[in-house]
């Protein structure tokens, strides 16, 4: 399956791995697994992660990453969690220095990139997809870095292993995972038990600003940039709200809308199962999975909620 891909990588010598900006916890995962496992192939390997939530900052060697490519040309970009190539965490002159370029992803992807593409969107996470190319490329000389870099991915994905993207076989991965000496502890408390004052103070501000459509089918909330900011909170650690919209009884779909410091507004959704907001997503640019996508708004903020609102209730 990853045969022409490890050719590749016996052929390369500078390496990049790069997955989609705002980096969650499989996109983390996946590249430095990967990156760990080129070093010590004794490749030039580098993790170009322009930002991240502070909440990884416990996991091993994640101070290691670059910020930018620096190189006129390099042999290899290898691309994560990202179904399509806009959305990776490098500019386009930095993507077209790349000689060769291996794509893998796990999410319905309708314009897939590269030399090497392979796209499994059974698999839970990238993270999972990952596990399965580092056993090939590495005769399964995984360690316990990697394995805790690809619990977290896998992890975060699957919400705790309460989505339905969680299979029999993503357990079995799992259980690999801890039997190499993956540190599900240490990853469960500092991103399930530990929480910053000024994240919960956003939990709050996400419930305030809660709306309802549909006979409370839809749960909504929009919290501005201003909002954000004044509590002390960066771009990436203002994910994660959309769970907690979820989670209320009654509620079959889940918006939570949040401006961004460059001026953006970004939609994430989730879905109690019955309807696929991918579509959603996709009809406004975006993608994602059946239960979880999202898109970043191109209206004005009151037409984008309007178009949003009446496409929802449509699939409702």
Known sequence: MFEQAKKIIEESNTIYIVAHVNPDGDAIGSTFAIYFALKKMGKDAHVVMPDHSTVFNFLPRIDEHVKSIDVRSYDLLIALDSSDNTRLAIPKEDYDKAKKIIMLDHHQVTNPYGDFIHIDDTRS?????????????????????????????????????????????????????????????????KINDTIQESKLRLVAKTIDNIESFYDNKLKYSYVSYEEIHALGI???????????????????????????????????????????????????????????????????????????????????
């Open 234 to 316: 960066s771009d990436e650690d203002a994910e994660g709200m959309t769970n907690y919209l979820r989670s209320i009884a009654g509620t079959e779909f889940a918006v939570y809308v949040r401006g961004k410091s460059d001026g953006s507004i970004k939609v994430s959704m989730r879905s109690g199962g019955r309807i696929d907001v991918s579509k959603v997503a996709i009809e406004f640019g975006g993608g994602g999975h059946p239960r979880a996508a999202g898109y970043t708004m191109q209206d004005p903020y009151e037409i984008g909620k309007e178009k949003l609102i009446k496409a929802i209730g449509e699939m409702i």
């Open 125 to 189: 996470s990238a993270s999972e997809i990952a596990y399965i190319f580092l056993k090939y490329i590495t005769d399964n000389n995984i360690d316990k870095d990697m394995a805790t870099m690809l619990y977290t991915g896998i992890m975060t994905d699957t919400g705790c292993f309460n989505y339905n993207n969680t299979s029999a076989r993503t357990m079995r991965v799992v259980a690999e995972l801890l039997d190499i000496g993956a540190d599900n502890f240490l990853v469960n408390k």
